[in-house]
């Protein structure tokens, strides 16, 4: 059974940085692409970044040089650092994986960690 455990999430100031972490259990982690998707309140779904298994990685554009994925093999966890965090990135984010790379869609999802931005 896949298993994906998101934790790090709390209540940031605006400027401030975060690490998320997501802890994977139940699949071949080094083969696998992992994806950081994430739910404002009252908003969809939305793809945040990517992982391939080979280290190469993808940003949405309003996180493109913010937020930074990085992957540890040997403990099979992937990890989103976020800097100078606005209040628009408040949201639970997911890990997961699955789906096209840049798509909010996924075969597996952990359960989340919530993130407020806010003074």
């Known amino acids: 059974e896949v298993q994906l455990v998101e934790s790090g999430g709390e209540l940031v100031q605006p400027g401030g940085s975060l690490r998320l972490s997501c802890a994977a259990s139940?699949?071949?982690?080094?083969?696998?692409?992992i994806k950081w998707v994430r739910q404002a309140p009252g908003k969809g779904l939305e793809w945040v970044t990517s992982?391939?298994?080979?280290?190469?990685?993808y940003y949405e554009d309003s996180v493109e040089g913010r937020f930074t994925i990085s992957r540890d093999n040997a403990n099979n966890t992937v990890y989103l650092q976020m800097n100078s965090l606005k209040p628009e990135d408040t949201a639970v984010y997911f890990c997961?994986?699955?789906?096209?790379?840049?798509?909010?869609?996924?075969?597996?999802r952990g359960q989340g960690t919530q993130v407020t931005v806010s003074s």
């Open positions: 992982i391939l298994s080979n280290g190469v990685t």
């Open positions: 997961a994986t699955g789906g096209s790379l840049r798509s909010n869609k996924f075969f597996y």
């Open positions: 139940g699949l071949t982690f080094s083969d696998s692409n």
